[in-house]
């Protein structure tokens, strides 16, 4: 699965930053889509999930603040977040997963079985 990300950066707390994920034509056809991030010495995390029937799905910690949406034209998977804060500094990953592993799937997520390379995101205060 081919990932082009891009991005990431550095901000204060509350700005806003708007990650985009060029996503490879099958995947992006046939598979479920996220965002995952992981923090240093922390475990990965399911940060928001577009599953079947495009149903959108957050983590607790970022609901209200992020959202997820893609440009169906532009094969383009985007997270904008907003209100940032320095616990949402992370690596962020964009993420795929074949129906089989995220049909029944009914939550944000982090063991997808494709992910990119990954882009920082540094907030402080």
């Known amino acids: 699965v081919q990932f082009v990300e891009s991005g990431g950066g550095s901000v204060r707390s509350g700005q806003s930053l708007t990650l985009s994920c060029r996503v490879g034509t099958y995947a992006w056809t046939n598979y479920c889509l996220g965002w995952i991030r992981q923090a240093p010495g922390k475990e990965r995390e399911g940060v928001a999930h577009?599953?079947?029937?495009?149903?959108?799905y957050y983590a607790d910690s970022v609901k209200g603040r992020f959202t997820i949406s893609k440009d169906i034209g532009k094969n383009t998977l985007y997270l904008e977040m907003n209100t940032l804060k320095s616990e949402d500094t992370a690596k962020y990953y964009c993420?795929?997963?074949?129906?089989?592993?995220?049909?029944?799937?009914?939550?944000?997520?982090?063991?997808?079985?494709?992910w990119g390379q990954g882009t920082q995101v540094s907030v402080s205060t």
């Open positions: 577009i599953g079947r029937d495009d149903r959108i």
């Open positions: 993420a795929a997963d074949p129906p089989a592993r995220c049909w029944y799937r009914d939550t944000a997520y982090f063991d997808y079985q494709y």
